[in-house]
Nanobody
Framework: QAQLEESGGGAVQTGGSLRLSCAVS????????MGWFRQAPGKEREFVAS????????RYADSVKGRFTSTRDNAKNSVYLQMNNLQPEDTAVYFC????????????????????WGQGTQVTVSP
């Protein structure tokens, strides 16, 4: 049974930083593309970042480019999201997601393609 567990959320002021972690168990981690999504109150869950199986490729939503960085450590079965220069509009519950992939280099942006999800971690950015 796959388990994804996010951590590292919290409350920060505008311009602050947070580093989210997602620990994965129950599946072969390095066979999965990993994604980060977020959902603000009253809004749909939206794509934030994706990282390929081997970590060589990443893709970001335009709203976070240059501020967020996703990395992974396949030896630790973990993926990370470093978030810098946080803004109030980044306030949301952040989810990590996993999609099994045959390609080592593919990133995935569509929410519907991910089959496994964590429970989410709250990020709150105050003005």
């Amino acid at each position: 049974q796959a388990q994804l567990e996010e951590s590292g959320g919290g409350a920060v002021q505008t311009g602050g930083s947070l580093r989210l972690s997602c620990a994965v168990s129950g599946v072969r981690f390095d066979s999965h593309v990993m994604g980060w999504f977020r959902q603000a109150p009253g809004k749909e869950r939206e794509f934030v970042a994706s990282i390929s199986r081997n970590g060589a490729n990443t893709r970001y939503a335009d709203s976070v480019k240059g501020r967020f960085t996703s990395t992974r450590d396949n030896a630790k079965n973990s993926v990370y999201l470093q978030m810098n220069n946080l803004q109030p509009e980044d306030t949301a519950v952040y989810f990590c997601a996993a999609k099994r992939s045959a390609s080592s280099y593919t990133t995935v942006t569509l929410r519907e393609e991910y089959g496994r999800w964590g429970q989410g971690t709250q990020v709150t950015v105050s003005p």
